[in-house]
């Protein structure tokens, strides 16, 4: 279901992390059924195709930047609870960090795709890792180009759960 202006949200006027008294609370999700979530998340990453190139073919002092990026990725989505105060710790099954080098852009584009099965959906896991996987890349490279421009990094589907499944794709 493509629902970018999340019409299927519930209208009230409730705050579900907020308790009687308005303070903060991490929402109860004990009473949901367990089920298989899905969630992937992108982002890019621009810079100069000097730069680019240096990384793709491996050339920079620090390393293989897309393996240290992707480790980095997934490294992240495993601590999103540790990060985001109100987001639950999920048990995670599957991790995919996927790189595309793009000429287009100049830069990178990285997808996170995670797999859970619990009470709640792996939306902030997915966003975590996409987002740290391009800081990554930023830190190995920055002594190349300090100008590089982390963008467009936002969450492009989630299955599973009550709300069941959304696109952008």
């Known amino acids: 279901m493509n629902d970018p202006n999340n019409s299927h949200l519930n209208n009230e006027a409730e705050f ?43 050339q920079l002092s620090k390393g293989d930047v897309l393996q240290v990026a992707r480790l980095a990725a997934i490294m992240a989505g495993k601590k999103t609870s540790e990060l985001i ?3 639950h710790h ?13 000429e287009m852009i100049p830069g990178i584009a990285v997808r996170a795709e995670v797999t ?19 800081l990554t890349v930023y830190d190995m490279a920055k002594s190349l180009e300090r100008g590089m421009v982390i963008s467009q ?6 299955e599973g759960g009550k709300s069941g499944t959304w696109s952008t794709e």
């Open 153 to 158: 990094v936002r969450l492009v589907s989630k």
């Open 16 to 58: 579900t992390h907020l308790n009687e008294a308005g303070e903060a609370r991490m929402v109860d999700v004990s009473g949901k059924q367990s089920t298989r979530r899905t969630a992937i998340a992108q982002g890019q990453i621009s810079m100069t195709p000097e730069t680019l190139n240096k990384i793709k073919k491996n």
């Open 116 to 134: 859970s099965v619990g009470q709640t959906g792996a939306e902030m896991e997915a966003l975590m890792a996409a987002s740290v996987a391009l």
């Open 90 to 102: 999920i048990p995670i099954a599957s991790f995919a960090v996927n790189f595309t080098s793009d």
């Open 85 to 87: 105060p109100l987001c």
